[in-house]
């Protein structure tokens, strides 16, 4: 399908599953920006029908790129192909760091030798997630479908390498990142492709796009994507991706708490976080859900005690996803630089690229206009 990306005046799609939305971004290349032709977000407030989610939000998507666009046909939309963003809950991303002793330090390592170190490294990192995996979930080996390794860094006697082919030393370390996910739910979300006659190119893991297309004043940061039901936090250091997390907590935990406390449903209790968050409200209110949000608050910070540490104290965050304009959350990182997503580099829809919860969408927008060659 690389074709495909290669003709600027083809379109194609990203549909990112989210824990409490699915939203869709139709792009195109235009020079060398990337250009929104249309665009849609979906929540998930009802029992999760994914197939009829997806189909919503790929409508609301094709109609607004119409709307937009008189000389876009909509048939054309439907038969673009996908880049696909599963939920995280249920598509994970693992590193594992590889370190083997080479039995001829002196010798040089030729490519032979380097496939052998990454094929055994890609065992490993397989072996040892997929462990890990089982701990957690109580989800066997057999049961999970591996979607892709990569190499994110090489060490030879501690020394940092682009390349090890042609170099000596005895302590090969190499860093590695593995994106799986339990075979049920891939197996759910093909289907509802395979019923829309729709074509997926590629599934992706947020953490396979983040380093190849973030801007170059962005290569050291973390990245905290603040979802609704769950949060993803990356570590890139000299533009590669150190280190990765994921917990249950996200912009919906402070939402159930305004639903508690005062009877409302989820898209009145959503609503009302919002117009907290875009200081919307009365001091008096503000006040009284600042309180309401304390004890969340306090839980956030728990879980990101380890940034507290000396080697993060300097290192700026930028937000993204649907809560990331919460103060609550940005305030669990401590007093340090932040940003929004206004700072990405996006073409076309000025307002869209103001709304966080289409950062993912459009990271893989650009990683797929700057990559889409090699890897589709």
């Not at 600027?8 to 939305?21: R, S």
């Amino acid at each position: 399908m690389s074709w495909f990306f290669n003709r600027k005046e083809k379109p194609f799609w990203v549909l990112d599953i989210g824990t409490e939305a699915v939203k869709a971004v139709i792009a195109r290349k235009h020079g060398k920006r990337a250009e929104i032709l249309g665009y849609s977000l979906v929540y998930l407030d009802d029992i999760p029908n994914l197939k009829q989610e997806i189909s919503k939000s790929l409508e609301e998507a094709c109609s607004s790129a119409v709307l937009s666009n008189k000389k876009i046909n909509a048939a054309i939309l439907k038969n673009a192909p996908f880049v696909v963003f599963p939920s995280p809950e249920d598509f994970h991303a693992k590193i594992i760091l590889f370190e083997i002793k080479r039995e001829n330090p002196k010798l040089k390592i030729t490519e032979k030798e380097k496939e052998q170190i990454h094929e055994k490294g890609f065992e490993q990192a397989q072996e040892e997630a997929g462990e890990s995996f089982l701990d957690e979930n109580g989800i066997l080996p057999a049961d999970i479908e591996w979607l892709g390794f990569k190499i994110l860094s090489q060490k030879i006697d501690g020394y940092l390498l682009q390349d090890v082919k042609g170099k000596k030393g005895e302590k090969v370390s190499v860093k590695i990142l593995a994106v799986f996910s339990p075979k049920n739910h891939l197996d759910a979300i093909r289907k509802v492709f395979s019923d829309l006659e729709l074509n997926i190119v590629k599934m992706s893991h947020l953490a396979q796009t983040l380093p190849d297309c973030f801007p170059a004043k962005l290569e050291t940061g973390i990245l905290a994507d603040a979802g609704g039901k769950g949060t993803q936090i990356f570590i890139l250091k000299n533009g590669k991706l150190e280190d990765l997390m994921y917990f249950k907590k996200g912009s919906w935990d402070f939402s159930e708490k305004l639903s508690d406390n005062f009877g409302l449903d989820k898209a009145r209790a959503r609503q009302l976080k919002e117009d907290y968050a875009n200081g919307c409200l009365t001091p008096e209110t503000s006040q009284k859900i600042k309180e309401i949000f304390e004890p969340e608050k306090n839980a956030w910070k728990r879980e990101l005690l380890e940034f507290k540490n000396p080697e993060y104290q300097e290192v700026p965050v930028f937000f993204f996803g649907g809560g990331c304009h919460l103060k609550e959350i940005r305030s669990a990182f401590a007093k340090r630089k932040t940003a929004l997503p206004e700072i990405f580099n996006i073409g076309g829809n000025k307002e869209l690229s103001k709304m966080p919860q289409f950062t993912n969408c459009f990271l893989a927008v650009l990683n797929e206009i700057k990559n889409g060659k090699e890897n589709i």
